[in-house]
C-alpha cells in the first residue's frame, strides 16, 4: 500500500556532501513526521533527523550544523543534505514516515529499504 523509496546514497570522501532524498507514494492521507535514521555495522538504528508537516526539525547532536532536513508536503518527499561527511556518518540510512492511510485514521510507520552512505577519509 505505502512505499517509501530512498536515493542519493553512495561513496564520498571525508569533507564531501551528499544529499539523499525518499519518496512516499501509495493510499495515503496524510503525513505527520518524516526522517532519517542510520544503523552503523554492529550498532542500533539512531535518529539523524526529522521534521514535522509544519516544517520544525529535530536532529542528533553529531548532525548538528552540518546535516539539513526539509521536506515537500506537495510531492511527500523528504531530503537530507549532509554537508562535511566524516567517515563516522557511514551507515545504511533509513526514510521513516508516520502517515495516515486514506482507509483509516490511525498514524502508521512505516520505512524505506535504506540507502548505503560510505565515507572515506
Known amino acids: 500500500q505505502v512505499q517509501l523509496v530512498e536515493s542519493g546514497g553512495g561513496l564520498v570522501q571525508a569533507g564531501g556532501s551528499l544529499r539523499l532524498s525518499c519518496a512516499a507514494s501509495g493510499s495515503i492521507s496524510s503525513i505527520d513526521v518524516m526522517g532519517w535514521y542510520r544503523q552503523a555495522p554492529g550498532k542500533q538504528r539512531e535518529l539523524v533527523a526529522r521534521?514535522?508537516?509544519?516544517?520544525?526539525?529535530d536532529y542528533a547532536e553529531s548532525v548538528k550544523g552540518r546535516f539539513t532536513i526539509s521536506r515537500d508536503n506537495a510531492r511527500s518527499t523528504v531530503s537530507l543534505q549532509m554537508n562535511s561527511l566524516m567517515p563516522e556518518d557511514t551507515a545504511v540510512y533509513y526514510c521513516n514516515a508516520d502517515l495516515r492511510l486514506r482507509t483509516g485514521v490511525r498514524l502508521r510507520n512505516y520505512w524505506g529499504q535504506g540507502t548505503q552512505v560510505t565515507v572515506s577519509s
Open positions: 521534521i514535522r508537516s509544519g516544517g520544525s526539525a
